[in-house]
């Protein structure tokens, strides 16, 4: 099985940077995704990462450790928009390519 | 253009009845995915559907949950004699390529309240 674990709230102020984590348990990896999603809202794709590694993109930065099984999302540069809950998935080999596993998310407040 | 679409938007009915949710996937996209978030829950897989492949319903959280996917197409979601605990959620995913390990573009979902 797969296993997700990942803050229920964090809190920033506008313009600072905050670093979301998450770690996961599974027999078989084949990928982590980052989704974003505002309230009442679908989740949009941020990022993927197979390797380990540092992905950026923007004000977005994401890093993989299949050693330690363990990834980060790295948000700077704080808008107020970028208040909202982040959701760490992973997906598996096999039956579990099938899907995504996702944690329960992280509620981000951005405060000005 | 056009993203993934989901109707209703929102959905109340009473304990017992049946209802239907429906998905038009992104054109062209031959993965979906059906997921359901329950309030302050993660998302969790419901049902993938593949190609002409036989789907894996493994998410499924009992036998009065069923889902189609017509003509390769639109999809629907059916859960009969609702109960208090179906409330969520339901949320439809597509891709362009087959299996998870690729970008999911999500619907806005519909919100089932069973009273």
């Known amino acids: 099985g797969q296993n997700i674990d990942q803050p229920t709230e964090m809190t920033a102020t506008e313009g600072a940077i905050v670093q979301i984590n998450c770690t996961y348990q599974?027999?078989?990896?084949?990928?982590l995704f980052w989704y974003q999603q505002h309230a009442g809202e679908a989740p949009t794709f941020l990022s993927y990462?197979?390797?380990?590694g540092l992905e950026e993109k923007g004000r977005f930065s994401s890093f993989l450790s299949r050693s330690k099984g363990y990834s980060y999302l790295l948000l700077k540069e704080l808008q107020m928009k970028d208040s909202a809950s982040y959701l760490c998935?992973?997906?598996?080999?096999?039956?579990?390519?099938?899907?995504?596993?996702f944690g329960g998310g992280t509620r981000v407040l951005v405060k000005p | 253009g056009a993203g993934v679409s989901q109707s209703p938007s929102n959905k109340v009915t009473e304990k017992g009845k049946d209802v239907e949710l429906r998905c038009d996937p992104i054109s062209g996209h031959t993965a979906l995915y059906w997921y359901r978030q329950s309030l302050g829950q993660g998302l969790e897989f419901l049902i993938y559907?593949?190609?002409?492949?036989?789907?894996?319903k493994s998410g499924l959280p009992s036998d009065r949950f069923s889902a189609e996917r017509t003509g390769g197409s639109v999809s629907t979601l059916t859960i009969q004699r609702t109960q208090q605990e179906d409330s969520a959620v339901y949320l439809c995913a597509s891709s362009s390529r087959d299996r998870a390990s690729y970008e999911q573009y999500f619907g806005p979902g519909t919100r089932l309240t069973v009273t």
């Open positions: 559907f593949q190609g002409n492949s036989a789907p894996d």
């Open positions: 998935a992973v997906t598996g080999w096999g039956a579990a390519g099938n899907k995504l596993t």
């Open positions: 990462n197979v390797l380990d």
């Open positions: 599974t027999s078989g990896f084949n990928g």
